[in-house]
């Protein structure tokens, strides 16, 4: 007879139009973006850049000190109804919540402390400035995934996944783009998807529910039974929504 142990729960979101209501990255250079970022996003769009270069290159036109752009996105970036909701369900299961982003942790940390969610861990792209003070926004970008095949898309977010797969958990994906989320969609127990991600997933009959809030997230995680045997990736039986929505997302 097989002995059973309580499976672990790793919930693992994306961040901009995911965990936030909006698009923080491109708020924040909407209103910061110097005159270069034009060509920069014609650039971007014809496909002559990859994400990870056109981020970084956005983010090269902007001037003004980090300093300013974590306070406007601390004032200006809000999370998903329900959002704090979901993190504490998963800590109530044992289990861990934590953003994977392509985005960058100058504009994602000090949101999340707005929240009184510091302490949520954070996968995504550092920026340091270039020079000792900071006082202009002269960056240099750290990656945290040394695997080539994800170097266009910032991170990896199938690394956190796959070794919390491979360790017996239980694992929920939350995002809403294509780059690095339809990947890590693929691989996980449930998915929770929105835009471009819930359609990739109609699609590719990859079952996902659809959300617009953390609340019902928040109920799934609270309702999980997370012992027995370890089931394979998206094998959970979940709701398929057909009515995916199309707003312009990151990854």
């Known amino acids: 007879m097989t002995q059973h142990t ?6 693992v979101c994306d961040f901009d139009d995911s965990a936030a209501e909006c698009n923080a990255a491109q708020l924040l250079l909407a209103q910061f973006a110097g005159p270069e970022a034009e060509s920069v996003q014609e650039a971007y769009r014809s496909g002559s ?4 270069e056109y981020q970084e290159q956005m983010f090269n036109t902007v001037t003004a000190p980090v ?3 974590s306070e406007y996105a601390a004032d200006n970036v809000r999370l998903r109804s329900g959002f704090a909701e979901a993190v504490k369900a998963a800590r109530s299961k044992g289990g861990e919540f934590m953003i994977a982003s392509a985005g960058v942790d100058f504009y994602i940390e000090p949101v999340l402390a707005a929240y009184e969610l510091s302490d949520v861990p954070v996968l995504a792209v550092t920026g340091a400035p270039v020079s000792p003070d900071g006082a202009t926004m002269s960056f240099r970008y750290d990656y945290p995934s040394d695997r080539e095949f994800c170097r266009d898309w910032a991170i990896c977010k199938c690394q956190p996944i796959e070794k919390a797969m491979s360790a017996g958990e239980h694992v929920i994906f939350i995002g809403d783009g294509l780059r690095s989320d339809s990947c890590a969609a693929e691989k996980v127990d449930t998915v929770f998807a929105r835009s471009r991600l819930l359609e990739y997933c109609n699609i590719n009959d990859i079952e996902a529910i659809g959300f617009e809030d953390f609340h019902s997230i928040a109920a799934h995680i609270s309702n999980l039974d997370l012992g027995g045997p370890n089931p394979p990736g998206n094998s959970t039986p979940t ?13």
Request: no cysteine; hydrophobic share 30%.
């Open 6 to 11: 309580d499976r672990k729960l790793l919930v």
């Open 49 to 52: 850049l990859p994400f990870r």
């Open 67 to 69: 300093e300013q752009l």
């Open 239 to 251: 709701a398929r929504t057909n009515n995916p929505t199309t707003t312009k997302a990151s990854e």
